[in-house]
């Protein structure tokens, strides 16, 4: 029985960016119903409706999104919002950020043979890491299910990830530090 959900979502994984990103979310499965609940709320305040929150798009009003022409005080009211469903119904967050150029001129290719070759990898490889050392600090004993954002199933960087996951579970105590066990709860699933 899965008792947390772990939400990562990855940032700067195309090729133009600088820097890759993994961030996410814990939370019992319980509060990310009522996370829902709350959320879709807060995409009907009248006056402030939008459909999908995409940062990016939220931040810098891209054109032709839904936040074109958005003041900043609406987006400040509205961010404000959304900030305080996270902090009242997830549990503990966590992010990690690489620059790629850093990763590339100063990791040996003989750890990336063993690490994962891809930076979004190497960023959850270590967001596990932290997961583990909040577990093991707070005595977490629940498994959890970990959902990313929508990766394809052949992409070099689902591979590695799943592999990071499959050395988590060969460790001794898996379900203590990371909250998997064979088979572990891992979906790469649309997040939108």
């Known amino acids: ?42 995409k009907r305040v009248k006056g402030d409706e939008f459909s999908c929150f995409h940062m990016a798009e939220f931040a810098f009003g891209k054109k032709e999104s839904e936040f074109e022409n958005w003041s900043y005080e609406k987006k400040k009211r509205v961010l404000t919002r959304l900030s305080n469903i996270i902090k ?34 190497w960023v959850v490889r270590n ?29 070099v960087r689902r591979k590695e990830i799943e592999n990071a996951f499959a050395m988590a579970e060969s460790e001794p105590n898996a379900l203590e530090l990371y909250g998997v066990h064979k088979p572990t709860q891992l979906s790469m699933s649309a997040m939108r």
């Not at 008792?3 to 600088?18: F, H, Q, R, V, W």
């Not at 290719?109 to 979004?120: C, F, P, S, T, V």
């Not at 596990?128 to 992409?155: H, Q, T």
């Open 1 to 42: 029985m899965v008792a947390l959900t772990m939400y990562i979502d990855d940032s700067g994984t195309s090729p133009k960016n600088e820097v890759a990103v993994a961030a996410g979310w814990i939370a019992p499965i319980q509060e990310w119903k009522k996370f829902e609940r709350d959320w879709e709320r807060a």
């Open 88 to 121: 009242q119904r997830a549990s503990k967050g966590f992010c990690l950020c690489v620059k790629k150029k850093d990763y590339d001129d100063l990791v040996p290719q003989e750890l990336r043979a063993a690490r994962g070759q891809d930076h979004y990898t």
């Open 127 to 155: 967001v596990l890491g932290l997961i583990r050392k909040w577990r093991v600090a707070n005595k977490l004993r629940m498994p959890v299910e970990y959902i990313f954002d929508w990766i394809e199933p052949r992409e």
